[in-house]
């Protein structure tokens, strides 16, 4: 993939995510001229530079990944692990936690989320209020995502805007986990491979329709408690 094509691929993300919906909200996000924003979308080299993309990461708060956006190597997505003391408020004031498991196992679990199960809700800056978070239960993402991490997540609605490479939380009729996202290349129309970051798990070949709903994982919290 080259760059003209990563740039429109976190374009397609940021409008999913609603960040932004035209190549001028970029421009003014970037303090940019539209004609240069323009000329970079479509691959002009002279305007699609390493310092473009850099600025365009920096507009975004690093939202992605520097090395993937100039380089094309690693996860689009930049690592967004927050460590520390993270504490819940129950004032309806950012995103809410929910008293369930995004298991990381295969453990069958209750797979739909209620408003009942709200516990609190976290206020972050690095965490934006209409995502969802609930806790990681097992070990076959570790180490990037360890067992009793809180994880924000964000549903998409279309696997036009799936990127393959990227942690999701996906839900089927009997499961419910975490796993990187990768294309099933024999039939990429019907099957997608759900992988593990733990060696120790195979990978699993499932079929589009088993799965119910998909979110892909945006943060990363990695709680510490101090007596």
């Known amino acids: 993939m080259d760059k003209k094509n990563r740039l429109n691929n976190v ?14 909200d970029v421009a003014e996000r970037m303090k940019a001229s539209r004609s240069n924003v323009s000329a970079a979308f479509n691959g002009d080299l002279k305007f699609l530079t390493d310092n473009f993309l850099r600025r365009f990461n920096k507009a975004y708060g690093g939202l992605f990944n520097d090395v993937w956006l100039l380089e094309g190597t690693g996860e689009m997505l930049a690592s967004k692990s927050i460590d520390g003391t993270v ?13 369930i498991d995004a ?3 295969a453990d069958v679990r209750e797979r739909m989320f209620a408003e009942d199960r709200v516990i609190g809700y976290i206020d972050l800056p690095e965490i934006r209020p209409n995502t969802q978070i609930v806790r990681a239960n097992g070990d076959s993402m570790e180490p990037v995502v360890k067992d009793g991490n809180l994880v924000a997540v ?3 609605h279309s696997w036009d805007t799936v990127f393959y490479g990227q942690i999701y939380l996906v839900l089927m009729e009997e499961y419910r986990m975490l796993k990187y996202i990768r294309r099933y290349e024999p039939d990429e129309e019907h099957f997608v491979i759900l992988r593990s970051e733990n060696a120790n798990y195979d990978d699993m070949r499932i079929a589009k329709e088993k799965i119910i709903k998909l979110f892909i994982v945006e943060n990363i919290l990695s709680v510490k408690v101090r007596i």
């Open 154 to 156: 964000r549903e998409v």
């Open 87 to 99: 504490t819940m408020n129950n004032e309806h004031r950012g995103a809410p936690v929910y008293d």
């Open 11 to 24: 374009f397609s993300y940021l409008r999913e995510a609603g960040l932004a919906k035209t190549q001028t």
């Open 103 to 105: 298991t990381c196992g």
